[in-house]
């Protein structure tokens, strides 16, 4: 199985900082990423899949970089409602998995 | 707009099968642009991926899972289901039925999830 790990685990922000989370897989999964963003007792929402494309509906201040093994979601400027935890996916072979999430607090 | 709901016990004994049906509403399970997919959380945990299933019927499971998994589709009901036999208190998890487009290059991404369920396995 392809692990996937995500740094940091824990990330504290304020309203209005760059952020950056990264996710790291232990082989190539090309461009084959998603980015989830899950608050308590909700379930996960895509942001993000194939590396950098936009969900629609998702806010221009939330993008996504990377290919082969290293990739990055980036909060251009947080706002309240972006504290929660986010995951990301690799869906370039099975089994797919998922990072354990970075949680996202004030 | 489409909506999934997730349905079943939320309680379970061990050893038995933990048995959930995911409602479509709002649009066709038959629909040849989605597949349909289970995804478990453990309290406090990340996110694991169970196995899809196709309109069609055709399947793929998670080989950790797989021994005890079954998904099935119910097109007259808008339904698909999921079946885990031999349950443990490690089954214990929030259960998540979800939906992924297979109208792109790569399947995989998940862009509609229900609310999700809590299956607690308890004697």
């Known amino acids: 199985d392809i692990q996937m790990t995500q740094s940091p685990s824990t990330l504290s922000a304020s309203v209005g900082d760059r952020v950056t989370i990264t996710c790291r897989a232990t082989?190539?999964?090309?461009?084959?990423l998603a980015w989830y963003q899950q608050k308590p007792g909700r379930a996960p929402k895509l942001l993000i899949y194939?590396?950098?494309s936009l969900e629609s509906g998702v806010p221009s201040g939330f993008s996504g970089s990377g290919s082969g093994t290293e990739f990055t979601l980036t909060i251009s400027s947080l706002q309240p409602d972006d504290f929660a935890t986010y995951y990301c996916?690799?869906?370039?072979?099975?089994?797919?998995?998922f990072g354990q999430g970075t949680k996202v607090e004030i | 707009q489409v909506q999934l709901q997730e349905s079943g016990p939320g309680l379970v004994k061990p050893s038995q099968t933990l048995s959930l049906t995911c409602t479509v509403s709002g649009g066709s399970i038959s629909s040849g642009s989605y597949f349909w997919t289970w995804i478990r959380q453990h309290p406090g945990k990340g996110l694991e991926w169970i196995g899809y299933i196709y309109y069609s019927g055709s399947t793929y499971y998670n080989p950790s899972l797989e021994s005890r998994v079954t998904i099935s589709v119910d097109t007259s009901k808008n339904q698909f289901s999921l079946k885990l036999s031999f349950v443990t208190a490690a089954d214990t998890a929030v259960y998540y039925c979800?939906?992924?487009?297979?109208?792109?290059?790569?399947?995989?991404?998940?862009?509609?999830w229900g609310r999700g369920t809590l299956v607690t396995v308890s004697s």
């Open positions: 194939k590396a950098s």
């Open positions: 082989q190539s999964i090309s461009n084959w």
């Open positions: 996916q690799q869906y370039n072979s099975f089994p797919w998995t």
């Open positions: 979800a939906r992924g487009l297979t109208t792109v290059a790569r399947w995989g991404h998940f862009d509609l």
